[in-house]
Protein backbone atom coordinates (compact mmCIF):
# COMPACT_ATOMS: atom_id res chain seq x y z
CA UNK A 1 0.00 0.00 0.00
CA UNK A 2 1.24 3.48 -0.82
CA UNK A 3 2.11 5.87 2.12
CA UNK A 4 -0.91 8.55 2.03
CA UNK A 5 1.42 10.68 4.38
CA UNK A 6 5.05 10.47 3.24
CA UNK A 7 7.42 11.75 6.08
CA UNK A 8 8.94 14.98 5.91
CA UNK A 9 13.08 14.96 5.07
CA UNK A 10 15.43 17.03 7.09
CA UNK A 11 15.44 20.25 6.06
CA UNK A 12 16.90 22.46 8.41
CA UNK A 13 20.96 22.12 9.87
CA UNK A 14 20.79 21.87 13.91
CA UNK A 15 23.92 21.58 16.21
CA UNK A 16 23.60 18.28 18.33
CA UNK A 17 24.84 19.81 21.45
CA UNK A 18 23.97 16.68 23.47
CA UNK A 19 25.87 14.51 21.95
CA UNK A 20 29.95 13.88 21.56
CA UNK A 21 32.58 11.78 19.69
CA UNK A 22 34.81 9.50 20.84
CA UNK A 23 37.85 7.87 19.08
CA UNK A 24 39.15 4.39 19.21
CA UNK A 25 42.45 3.74 17.44
CA UNK A 26 45.08 0.90 17.44
CA UNK A 27 45.52 -2.61 15.05
CA UNK A 28 43.03 -3.97 16.84
CA UNK A 29 40.16 -1.33 16.38
CA UNK A 30 37.94 -3.00 14.19
CA UNK A 31 38.37 -6.45 15.61
CA UNK A 32 37.36 -5.33 18.95
CA UNK A 33 34.28 -3.06 17.86
CA UNK A 34 33.11 -5.57 16.09
CA UNK A 35 33.01 -8.47 18.94
CA UNK A 36 31.45 -5.88 21.05
CA UNK A 37 28.37 -3.84 19.35
CA UNK A 38 25.79 -5.12 17.59
CA UNK A 39 26.72 -3.31 14.28
CA UNK A 40 28.66 -4.69 11.83
CA UNK A 41 32.16 -2.60 11.37
CA UNK A 42 32.85 -4.18 7.91
CA UNK A 43 29.68 -1.93 6.75
CA UNK A 44 32.19 0.99 7.58
CA UNK A 45 33.96 2.62 4.85
CA UNK A 46 35.24 6.18 3.95
CA UNK A 47 31.42 7.58 3.25
CA UNK A 48 29.43 5.12 5.21
CA UNK A 49 28.85 5.08 8.64
CA UNK A 50 26.69 2.32 11.23
CA UNK A 51 23.99 2.74 14.02
CA UNK A 52 24.94 0.16 16.76
CA UNK A 53 24.62 -0.56 19.99
CA UNK A 54 26.41 -1.32 22.90
CA UNK A 55 24.53 -4.55 25.25
CA UNK A 56 24.16 -6.46 28.24
CA UNK A 57 24.61 -10.00 28.39
CA UNK A 58 21.14 -10.23 29.11
CA UNK A 59 20.36 -8.49 25.58
CA UNK A 60 19.73 -4.96 27.39
CA UNK A 61 20.47 -1.59 25.90
CA UNK A 62 23.41 0.00 27.87
CA UNK A 63 24.35 2.48 24.31
CA UNK A 64 23.24 3.78 21.31
CA UNK A 65 26.01 5.16 18.77
CA UNK A 66 26.96 6.01 15.48
CA UNK A 67 30.26 4.59 14.26
CA UNK A 68 32.40 6.31 11.34
CA UNK A 69 35.76 6.07 9.67
CA UNK A 70 38.24 8.71 11.42
CA UNK A 71 40.20 10.80 8.48
CA UNK A 72 43.07 9.85 6.94
CA UNK A 73 43.25 6.73 9.46
CA UNK A 74 42.89 3.14 8.34
CA UNK A 75 42.90 1.84 12.16
CA UNK A 76 40.89 4.28 13.78
CA UNK A 77 36.71 5.05 13.61
CA UNK A 78 34.45 7.48 16.04
CA UNK A 79 31.54 6.82 18.20
CA UNK A 80 29.20 9.56 18.38
CA UNK A 81 27.28 9.32 21.81
CA UNK A 82 25.08 10.57 24.47
CA UNK A 83 27.49 13.03 25.96
CA UNK A 84 26.22 12.74 29.20
CA UNK A 85 26.63 8.95 29.16
CA UNK A 86 29.94 8.96 27.39
CA UNK A 87 32.04 8.78 30.33
CA UNK A 88 29.87 5.10 31.05
CA UNK A 89 30.71 3.74 27.58
CA UNK A 90 34.16 5.05 27.82
CA UNK A 91 34.68 2.90 31.41
CA UNK A 92 32.92 -0.09 29.82
CA UNK A 93 34.99 -0.30 26.06
CA UNK A 94 37.89 0.23 28.56
CA UNK A 95 36.88 -2.72 30.77
CA UNK A 96 36.84 -5.31 27.42
CA UNK A 97 40.12 -4.08 26.22
CA UNK A 98 41.77 -6.54 28.17
CA UNK A 99 45.02 -7.33 25.72
CA UNK A 100 43.48 -5.49 22.41
CA UNK A 101 45.71 -3.01 21.13
CA UNK A 102 43.10 -0.18 21.05
CA UNK A 103 42.96 2.88 22.51
CA UNK A 104 39.85 5.14 23.37
CA UNK A 105 40.16 9.33 23.44
CA UNK A 106 37.53 11.49 23.95
CA UNK A 107 37.48 14.68 21.12
CA UNK A 108 37.13 18.23 22.31
CA UNK A 109 33.80 19.30 21.77
CA UNK A 110 34.84 22.51 21.18
CA UNK A 111 37.07 21.44 18.24
CA UNK A 112 34.82 19.30 16.38
CA UNK A 113 31.14 19.59 16.58
CA UNK A 114 28.12 17.73 15.18
CA UNK A 115 25.96 18.70 13.26
CA UNK A 116 22.51 17.00 11.80
CA UNK A 117 22.58 18.27 8.00
CA UNK A 118 20.25 17.79 4.83
CA UNK A 119 22.92 16.76 2.62
CA UNK A 120 26.39 17.32 4.31
CA UNK A 121 28.38 14.75 6.07
CA UNK A 122 27.99 10.66 6.56
CA UNK A 123 24.19 9.51 5.68
CA UNK A 124 22.04 8.68 9.01
CA UNK A 125 21.73 4.88 8.48
CA UNK A 126 18.60 4.49 10.74
CA UNK A 127 15.79 5.92 7.86
CA UNK A 128 15.34 7.71 4.73
CA UNK A 129 15.66 10.98 4.78
CA UNK A 130 16.74 11.43 7.97
CA UNK A 131 19.40 13.59 6.68
CA UNK A 132 23.22 13.40 7.64
CA UNK A 133 25.31 13.60 10.75
CA UNK A 134 28.24 16.44 10.09
CA UNK A 135 31.44 16.68 11.96
CA UNK A 136 33.62 19.59 11.65
CA UNK A 137 35.14 22.70 13.59
CA UNK A 138 33.40 25.11 11.31
CA UNK A 139 29.95 26.36 11.35
CA UNK A 140 28.26 25.12 7.95
CA UNK A 141 26.77 27.23 5.76
CA UNK A 142 23.81 27.04 3.28
CA UNK A 143 20.85 25.48 4.94
CA UNK A 144 18.33 26.44 6.93
CA UNK A 145 19.38 26.68 10.55
CA UNK A 146 17.78 24.56 12.93
CA UNK A 147 17.73 23.60 17.10
CA UNK A 148 18.27 20.69 19.18
CA UNK A 149 14.85 20.74 20.23
CA UNK A 150 13.83 20.95 16.57
CA UNK A 151 16.17 17.92 15.26
CA UNK A 152 14.84 16.24 18.29
CA UNK A 153 10.52 16.75 17.50
CA UNK A 154 11.66 15.47 13.78
CA UNK A 155 12.97 12.27 14.80
CA UNK A 156 10.08 11.86 17.30
CA UNK A 157 7.76 12.68 14.47
CA UNK A 158 9.71 9.77 12.26
CA UNK A 159 8.80 7.37 15.16
CA UNK A 160 12.84 7.53 16.05
CA UNK A 161 13.40 7.13 20.15
CA UNK A 162 16.13 10.32 21.51
CA UNK A 163 18.90 8.51 23.13
CA UNK A 164 17.66 10.20 26.97
CA UNK A 165 14.34 8.08 25.95
CA UNK A 166 16.03 4.92 26.14
CA UNK A 167 16.41 2.92 29.92
CA UNK A 168 19.67 1.51 29.85
CA UNK A 169 19.53 -2.21 31.30
CA UNK A 170 15.96 -2.33 31.18
CA UNK A 171 14.74 -1.66 27.68
CA UNK A 172 15.55 -4.74 25.09
CA UNK A 173 16.50 -3.56 21.11
CA UNK A 174 12.57 -4.72 20.30
CA UNK A 175 10.83 -2.06 23.09
CA UNK A 176 12.97 0.74 21.19
CA UNK A 177 12.16 -0.37 17.64
CA UNK A 178 15.76 -0.32 17.50
CA UNK A 179 15.87 -3.78 15.20
CA UNK A 180 13.83 -1.62 12.70
CA UNK A 181 16.06 1.03 12.40
CA UNK A 182 19.21 -0.58 11.11
CA UNK A 183 21.07 -1.49 14.72
CA UNK A 184 21.74 -4.93 14.48
CA UNK A 185 23.84 -7.02 11.83
CA UNK A 186 21.58 -10.32 12.14
CA UNK A 187 24.45 -12.50 10.07
CA UNK A 188 27.61 -10.16 11.82
CA UNK A 189 27.82 -13.20 14.24
CA UNK A 190 28.65 -12.89 17.88
CA UNK A 191 28.83 -9.77 19.84
CA UNK A 192 27.49 -9.11 23.71
CA UNK A 193 23.83 -9.78 24.24
CA UNK A 194 23.47 -11.51 20.74
CA UNK A 195 21.92 -15.10 22.27
CA UNK A 196 18.64 -13.28 23.81
CA UNK A 197 18.55 -10.61 21.45
CA UNK A 198 18.46 -13.16 18.28
CA UNK A 199 16.00 -15.32 20.45
CA UNK A 200 13.60 -12.47 21.34
CA UNK A 201 13.88 -11.68 17.56
CA UNK A 202 13.91 -14.85 15.21
CA UNK A 203 10.57 -16.36 17.96
CA UNK A 204 8.81 -13.23 17.72
CA UNK A 205 9.47 -12.60 21.91
CA UNK A 206 9.01 -8.85 21.99
CA UNK A 207 6.42 -7.83 24.11
CA UNK A 208 6.27 -4.09 23.33
CA UNK A 209 6.94 -1.60 20.58
CA UNK A 210 7.06 2.34 20.56
CA UNK A 211 3.99 3.53 18.10
CA UNK A 212 3.56 6.78 16.61
CA UNK A 213 -0.25 8.65 17.83
CA UNK A 214 -1.62 11.09 16.23
CA UNK A 215 -4.61 13.16 17.06
CA UNK A 216 -5.73 16.26 18.73
CA UNK A 217 -5.14 17.18 22.40
CA UNK A 218 -2.94 14.91 23.65
CA UNK A 219 -0.92 15.77 26.35
CA UNK A 220 2.35 13.98 27.70
CA UNK A 221 1.05 11.19 30.13
CA UNK A 222 -2.41 10.63 28.70
CA UNK A 223 -3.70 7.50 28.88
CA UNK A 224 -5.07 5.83 25.59
CA UNK A 225 -7.56 3.26 25.30
Known sequence: MQNQNPQPELKHCAPLVNRRLIG??????????????TADIRSVT???????????????LLHDFFVSPQPARDDAFLLDVYAERAE????????????AKVDFNALDPA?????????????????PAMGCRLYTGNVPAGAPR???????????????????????????VADLNLDLLGAIAWDKGCYIGQE??????????????????????????????
Open 46 to 60: ADKMVYGLLLTPQGQ
Open 88 to 99: DLLSRLSAFKLR
Open 111 to 127: VVQIYAHPSEGFADPRR
Open 196 to 225: VTARMHYKGLAKKRLMLVEGRDIAEGDMLF
Open 24 to 37: VSGPDAAEFLQNVM
Open 146 to 172: GTLDDYIDFCTRRGIPDTPAMLPQKDF
